[in-house]
């Protein structure tokens, strides 16, 4: 597995939706569960994992564009 760059990490990131990155955070960094993470967003938990399931969706297509980008596989 390759290690993703700290600066496409961020720019992913900041590609999401405000509510799905705090998600992302609550979770990633902070180590808060689902549960948690939904009652500090104010949302069920229900919709928690509507966001993370969007989140890293589109953390995954813009990460592997960045890779893809940056480091073509030519084969």
Do not use: K
Not at 46 to 66: G, V
């Amino acid at each position: 597995s390759e290690l993703i760059e700290d600066a496409a990490l961020r720019a992913a990131l900041l590609e999401l939706a405000p509510l799905d990155r705090e998600a992302v955070v609550l979770t990633a960094w902070f180590d808060l569960s689902g549960a948690d993470a939904a009652r500090a967003l104010g949302i069920t938990h229900a919709a928690y994992r509507m966001r993370m399931t969007r989140a890293r969706r589109r953390l995954r297509a813009a990460l592997t564009t960045s890779q893809t980008v940056e480091n073509p596989q030519w084969t």
